[in-house]
């Protein structure tokens, strides 16, 4: 009697938490880790085309992947991008968030300001950029021009030599605001008091920086470094609407060249197996940086 | 500092500009004010390219999503981090699992499912694309404030006799507002925003904002920046007025995913 009463309790159990939780589970489990799975499925085929039935060829698309030239011509880009992307967003918005920080009036308003392109969409900041950069009528030649450095003006995202700084700016300018704000909320969390005792002992901005905030910001910087990270490996959407990879291939980045393969050209298997490579570099580059700054962390 | 903050959003500034400038006029004289403003730009939006549709429908799949995801994220979290469930802890890492899964790896086989339920290249399909891409950052971060909720409530509502379910939309959900704000802001934002995976999913078929702008700027070899501008502006408009009106929220619900 009572066993029966505890099993229709666990049965209206059970019956609550898949009302509560089966939506959730059936769309995230059926559009995200299915397609994630199937992916990784066909990364063992020679797939191409929709309609084409996929045949199974093994490791052969990760053998295939060690001797392709515009595979490692990418992952140098996407590499020089992420480094630029990585160091810009930890070191020069930290130093800009101190700089906030010390602000008495208007600070809000500042920060706002710095804050603003975050929330324009990617589409939106690189046409600015890329209306920047023209050759013809772009503002950063026009204003070369009227110091008269003709001599100066640029293609920039036409130019080889350029365009990936160009490209580096764009996510730097976008991206800006976000990392500042991270390290602010770091900041305000710092006790007054520590301040106070180092003007007391006589610490300059400088020592107050480096005995003080930059061991303090420390976990801030691990999350940081790790978020620009992602942003530099996954870096595809920019180059989408920018330079569309070229000139020639030298802007290809590890994502817009899968989406080369599996939406332009029909390889789908191969860009499901480059897909997975960098998803599990990304992986193991991410794990080894946060357990390096980790130990730095508890050093200090 | 202000200055700075100023040069900063110049190039902002600059698209404002030259929106109300004719294509010569902005070739000639990209950084000077316009000497004779004219919306023509602007009207050629509405009559040329026909941008009235597209925003309304970028702003219908807005709530869409949004209802989507209030409707089941929320709910989930609860599930997950407050009842006594077998596969509790199995599911609080399946959708953790989902925040380090990146859209170019989902992009093609997403592409060849959606072929095979017959819903290729609809509305419906990126409806589903987007509620399941924001369930994991969703739940997260309903997860993380879940926390700050006392138990006793529950056990109360259990007492008196209230169901699960019912329990969780009359006592808890009012709870979770905050948080309910920080979804609403930050993917609204995002879809609205968005062109890259509508562009993927739906094909140039997706009558969206920032689709149609795109397709309509990679229409021509020669751009029309008169025009170009004066989309970034109308598009970028609502936007900038809803942060303008609540800066701390919008900063704040952007970066709480990254906080916590």
Known sequence: MREKALNTYTGRNALASLILCGPAVLLYGGFIVLPAILGFAYSLTNWTGWTARPQYIGLENFRDLWSDARFSEAIRFTLLETVLIVLFFTF??????????????????????????????????????????????????????????????????????????????????????????????????????????????????????????????????????????????NLFPQIVVTTQGGPGFRTFTIGYYIYYLGVLNNRQGYAAAVSFVTFAALVIIAGIQVALLRRRQVSL | MLTAGILFISPCLLAVLNAFKTLPEIIQS????????????????????????PMANSFMMCIAVILSLIATAPMAAFSVMRRPMATGKFLQLFFLAGLT????????????????????????????????????????????FMSSIPKELEEAAAIDGCGPVSTFWRIIFPLLTPCTVTVVIFWGLWIWNDFMQAFIIMGPRSQLVFVQLWRFM??????????????????????????LSMQRRFIKGLTAGAIK
């Not at chain 1, 365009?163 to 704000?181: C, D, E």
Request: glycine share 6%; aromatic share 16%; net charge positive.
């Open chain 1, 92 to 233: 020069v918005s930290m130093m800009l968030a101190v700089i906030l920080d010390k602000l008495r009036i208007w600070k809000g308003p500042i920060r706002g300001l710095f804050f603003y392109p975050y929330i324009l969409s990617i589409l939106v900041n690189a046409l600015l950029f890329q209306y920047m950069a023209n050759y013809r009528e772009g503002a950063v030649n026009t204003l070369l021009r009227a110091v008269g450095l003709n001599a100066a003006c640029q293609d920039w995202m036409g130019a080889a030599e350029w365009a990936p700084y160009f490209i580096f700016m764009l996510v730097a300018w976008s991206g800006l605001g976000f990392f500042t704000t991270l390290y602010l909320a770091n900041l305000q969390t710092i006790p007054t008091e520590l301040y106070e005792a180092a003007r007391i002992d006589g610490a300059g901005p400088f020592s107050v920086f480096r005995r003080i905030q930059f061991p303090m910001l420390l976990p801030t910087l691990t999350t940081t470094s790790v978020l620009a990270l992602i942003t530099g490996i």
């Open chain 2, 30 to 53: 990209p950084l000077a004010v316009p000497k004779h403003p004219t919306l023509d730009n602007f009207i050629y939006l509405f009559t040329g390219v026909k941008l009235a549709r």
């Open chain 2, 101 to 144: 899964i990146p859209f170019q790896i989902i992009m093609v086989p997403l592409l060849q499912q959606f072929r095979l339920m017959g819903i290729q290249f609809t509305y419906f399909a990126l409806l589903v694309h987007y509620v399941s891409w924001g369930l994991p950052l969703c739940i997260f971060i309903y997860s993380g």
């Open chain 2, 218 to 243: 990679s229409d021509k070899y020669v751009k029309n920046w008169n025009h170009i501008f004066a989309g970034v502006v109308v598009l970028s408009l609502p936007v900038t007025i809803l942060y």
